[in-house]
């Protein structure tokens, strides 16, 4: 079996070198992988003499003169013609892009090995292939060699990246264009990788928190509809033809039973069209912002929405500027993350006003949306200069805020559904067992 020498970089990030047995040069890529290493350079080893891979080494042909080794290949017109349309679309689209979590773990991750490499001093373009030749999935790595294709040709890396706006959003080219601006990208895209796996933990946090009584609620409407469905009417048969009277209880589940059965259609056509008509309602603008502002005056629910569009506004807020990011641009980024119609017109006001001459704080405590204390948060990091240290604690005590928020509200959340799914229950067993006793006791 062929031995191969790579070199590259750790699981903590350092460099490292050693050798592999594979049958191929791919093949000791994946095994290094597999040990958390990063391979930037890889070439067989033949009587103690390397034979150069492909990438990053040249090679001599059998003549003797130098060549430079096969490159990964390109992808192919047709598929770089299809990405960029699919680009295009989605420049077109209102509001950006939305990215799936999966892209959002895929980012997070290519930003982390870029980061890594080019602060090791290795070039983008060079870090890129390195990054590409252990990328598995085909979409990513087409993504990604577009990427490097265009850096290649001279385009700064902030636009090469906002040309895939279904993997990078606005929050990303941002940064990456302070980073560029400012001489430290991998400085800036380690805090992008940060910042993201922190977006995820509390989001797979908050998930986990509500997927118990979210499971809890689904089985019990599916038992009471089996129930309802399949048991009460052969119950309610069998005593009809007894010639028993029924008792109310019995008559009502038994009306709902009957309903249910026959009209079950109509329900889902009203369910259908309800849900289509509040689409339609909230995709328009006046739609959306009753909705939003109604959302945030709910009991409980409200007060938890808001200090989690406060925590993410507040973290991306400190993200940007301490990447270089001015501070009217932080806003305009912000707007598209808050995820809220009166959260966001209220960010285009502040921002109008800065731009009028006034600083951030004022405009945020006459706002009415956002609480005073933050307004006096922000004032207080304006006037010692540490806005962006101020404004990552702000995020840090609200983000708190809202996973202890969370926790009582599943808390809170748990005990009703149980009562609920208890009573319904309860009824239904109360309806059928009724007129089975007053049948015995008949006999």
Known sequence: MPVYEWKGFNSKGKKATGVIDADSPRDARVKCKRQSIMVTDIAELKGGKKIKGPGLFKSKNKSGSKALAKKPAKPGNKQLAKIRQRVDAARGRQGGATRTKTKTDDVCTFTRQLATLTRAGIPITEALRAIIEQTDNKRLSIVYRDIRERISQGTPTADAFAAHPDYFDDLNVSMVRAGEASGHL?????????????????????????????????????????????????????????????????????????????????????????????????????????????????????????????????????????????????LEVNRTVLGNRLMENTID????????????????????????????????????????????????????????????????????????????????ILAILWPVMQMTQNF
């Open 186 to 330: 991998d400085e800036v895209l380690m805090k992008m990788s940060q910042f993201m796996q922190e977006q995820a933990r509390v989001r797979n946090k908050v998930q986990a928190a509500m997927m118990y009584p979210m499971v809890m609620l689904i089985v019990g409407l599916l038992v009471v509809a089996l129930l309802i469905g399949f048991v009460v009417p052969k119950i309610t048969a069998m005593l009809e033809n007894q010639g028993s009277e029924l008792p109310l209880p019995t008559q009502i589940l038994q009306n709902t039973s009957d309903f249910l059965i026959g009209y079950w259609w109509a329900i889902l056509v009203v369910i259908v069209f309800s849900l289509l008509a509040f689409n339609l309602y909230y995709s328009s603008e006046r739609g959306r912002l009753k909705t939003d502002t109604r959302m945030l005056k709910i009991p409980i629910f409200g007060d938890l929405l808001l200090k989690q569009s406060i925590a993410r506004f507040a973290q991306t807020f400190a993200t940007l500027l301490s990447s270089g990011v001015p501070v009217v641009r932080c």
């Open 349 to 428: 006001d502040v921002r109008k006003k800065i731009l009028e001459g006034a600083d951030i704080a004022s405009p945020i405590k006459a706002s009415g949306v956002f609480p005073p204390l933050l307004g006096y948060m922000i004032a207080v990091g304006e006037q010692s200069g540490e806005l962006d240290h101020m404004m990552s604690q702000i995020g840090d005590t609200y983000q708190e805020e809202v996973e202890i928020a969370t926790q009582k509200l599943t808390s809170l959340i748990e005990p009703i559904l149980i009562l609920v799914l208890a009573v319904m229950v309860g009824f239904i």
